[in-house]
């Protein structure tokens, strides 16, 4: 952790030297277990930088804030914030002429749950790619263990599907009736772009599809339209699951689909470039339709 | 002081949930929050009630101020337009193990709630619910009640009952004639105490009450709440907000968890003859709260909404109510906020705006 603050704090200070207008990185929280997003516009305030093991924050989907617009931003970005990172170029969503980015071979980081007890974060449990490998600044370890093989990834998808579907409904509605809606789901999700959210807090609330009561049908609409529309760019960050105030595994959700998407439609979890058509984009006679009547099983 | 002995616990509680509707803190899986007490008893929930963690998820201001509250039903028959009011039904609440924080925002939701004109809809649910707070003997590192004025262990009144979560049992003290009566009541639960026990528990109370404002190491507690209220204009005018906000996610987690976080819409949920009016939890964070039908917004940028949240809290409500503060310290800002704004936070920055 200290050779990568160190490197941090480093890159930080050339890029503000370099004409960089700010830099977006770590910094400690008021506790061991907290770290926080920091915005750094001036060369004294570089020390403030850190790296932790709590530093899970997805820096990523600070890049469509409209203040930095047009900003020559510096960003630290660990495995899986450059695979989001990835998908807003994809979709013309930040100009990386403006980006200065700079990989975390990141280490595997720590999680605490409500009773303080802490633990490898899920996410990186299931992380295949901790090392941005592609960028040409990449600080830290690059030797980094998997901890999970892609495979094992989805132990818990599978072990839902295994269950009926009733008890599958179960299980859901139980989870989902404790969301509160605060949609930090949605806001800290690097991939949910929209200016305006169709689902809620649209600039009228009489626009917005889902109504404001809280009702397990709203909430279970919400959840899984958000899930659809994260089809085929989802990066499994993990963002969504770790800001839930009620501990809703938002991420399973996620995972289904991936999994779907690479088993029966034979297409890549996320799509790296877009010379692939996403699996809300594609449409092929032969789409397997497990969900329907008669629809066929596998391609 | 009357005892209930811990393994007693669950008969006692099937014994009032004759009378009351019971919520008390439950673990389930990895976080522990208010729950029904029926739900405990059903085997496959894999919920046990948990009196030790001292903190729920939420705060139970929901019993009071519910998520969504449906209340007024509507229909169109031909030309005429019929309303009907929901009734309140079922037995009373009595929200078990509760701390004396959340049992203080209770005070500063009345204020809102119960002054003119009155709020119907939270008066009945009010009317209607009675309290048990669990004594604090001690705190985690996100507490800081103290700082705000609030006793951790409790005083004399205010709640319904008090009891001490002390060895193998609860000792129970009334703090109402509706908690000396479930005391009388159900007598038959209570053993007497021991007066060294009694007065061990109540000298132990005593210290810890006064205990923190004296401990200037707190790093919760080094700026006065007053602060902003003090020095509104420097504060109000100064970056710290724009600081925050580039961070902030425009979430409603503080909003939702805070006890006293009481912002709320009214809305219609309707069909083509018919619908239902209810009112619902908002949060000044989201940027629709004041947007005008006109399309106008007052706070159409994040640092406004966010200066909104803690000014209101150390401001503008001291300002219209007798110079109580909005906060009682429950610290859940503190534990939940993904990007760690907090109040303290808050007070820190502003104290380092008033040195400068």
């Not at chain 1, 001036?42 to 820096?59: P, R, V």
């Not at chain 1, 699951?241 to 439609?265: G, W």
């Not at chain 2, 509707?21 to 929930?45: G, R, S, W, Y």
């Amino acid at each position: 952790m200290e050779i990568i603050t160190n490197a941090m704090r480093q890159l930080a200070r050339e890029g503000l030297e370099n004409g960089l207008d700010i830099i977006i990185g770590w910094e400690d929280g008021r506790f061991e277990w907290q770290s926080k997003p920091a915005f750094i516009t001036e060369i004294n305030d570089i020390e403030s930088l850190n790296f932790n093991n709590y530093s899970l924050k997805n820096l990523s989907g600070y890049l469509l804030k409209k203040e930095l617009k047009d900003k020559k931003i510096g960003i630290f970005l660990k495995g899986c914030d450059y695979k989001a990172y990835k998908q807003l170029v994809n979709y013309n969503q930040v100009d990386p002429e403006n980006i200065q980015i700079w990989g975390i071979a990141c280490p595997g980081l720590k999680e605490r749950d409500f009773h303080g007890n802490t633990s490898n974060a899920e996410r990186c449990q299931r992380c295949q790619e901790p090392v941005p490998e592609e960028l040409e600044t990449i600080i830290g370890k690059k030797e980094v263990a998997i901890q999970n093989s892609p495979e094992d990834k989805y132990q818990d998808v599978k072990k839902l599907e295994s269950l009926a579907t009733d008890e599958r409904f179960d299980y859901w509605k139980d989870q989902i009736s404790d969301c509160i809606r605060c949609y930090a789901c949605r806001n800290t999700c690097p991939l949910c772009e929209c200016t305006t959210c169709m689902l809620a807090g649209g600039d009228s609330n009489s626009d917005d599809w889902i109504d404001s009561a809280k009702e397990f049908s709203q909430d279970f609409f919400f959840h899984s339209i958000r899930a659809f529309h994260q089809a085929g760019r989802c990066v499994d960050c993990g963002e969504c699951e770790e800001v839930c105030p009620v501990d809703i595994p938002i991420s399973k959700i996620n995972n289904k689909i991936r999994h779907d998407i690479e088993n029966l439609y034979e297409m890549p979890e996320v799509a790296d470039d877009d010379s692939v058509m996403g699996p809300l984009l594609d449409f092929r006679e032969d789409d397997p339709e497990p969900g329907s009547k008669g629809g066929k099983e596998n391609a | 002081m009357l005892k209930l002995d811990k393994n007693k616990l669950q008969d006692f509680l099937k014994a009032i949930e004759e009378e009351y509707q019971i919520q008390l803190p439950v673990k389930k899986a990895d976080q522990t929050d208010f729950c029904n007490f029926e739900d405990t008893l059903k085997p496959n929930k894999g919920l046990e009630i948990d009196l030790n963690t001292r903190l729920s998820v939420k705060s139970p201001k929901s019993y009071l101020f519910p998520r969504s509250e449906s209340y007024l039903e509507f229909k169109k028959d031909n030309e005429r337009l019929d309303f009907k009011l929901k009734e309140l039904t079922g037995k009373a609440n009595l929200i078990f193990g509760i701390r004396n924080c959340d049992q203080e925002s209770f005070k500063i939701l009345d204020k809102v709630f119960l002054q003119e004109p009155v709020d119907q809809l939270y008066k009945r649910r009010r009317n209607s619910t009675i309290t048990v707070v669990a004594r604090c003997l001690e705190q985690s590192e996100t507490c800081f009640c103290q700082l705000f004025e609030i006793e951790p262990a409790g005083s004399e009144t205010g709640a319904d009952l008090y009891y001490y979560n002390y060895n193998d049992g609860l000792y129970f003290t009334a703090g109402s004639d509706q908690g000396e009566l479930i005391l009388s009541d159900y007598s038959q639960y209570f053993k007497s105490v021991e007066p060294e026990i009694e007065k061990k528990l109540n000298q132990e109370a005593n210290q810890f009450n006064g205990k923190i404002t004296a401990d200037s190491d707190n790093p919760l507690m080094q700026n006065k709440p007053e602060l902003l209220y003090d020095n509104k204009e420097a504060i109000f005018n100064s970056d710290i907000w724009q600081e925050l906000a580039n961070r902030c996610l425009e979430c409603g987690i503080c909003t939702y968890l805070c006890p006293t976080c009481h912002c709320y819409d009214i809305q219609d949920y309707s069909a083509d003859q018919s619908g239902e009016r209810y009112r619902c939890w908002d949060s000044c964070l989201f940027s629709n709260f004041t947007e005008m039908a006109h399309g106008d917004n007052p706070r159409e940028e994040t640092y406004q909404r966010l200066r909104q949240r803690f000014f209101h809290k150390l401001v503008y409500f001291p300002e219209e109510q007798e110079e109580s503060l909005a906060c009682v310290g429950c610290g859940r800002c503190l534990g939940s906020c993904p990007v760690n704004i907090d109040i303290t936070e808050v007070l820190a920055l502003a104290g380092g705006v008033i040195n400068d």
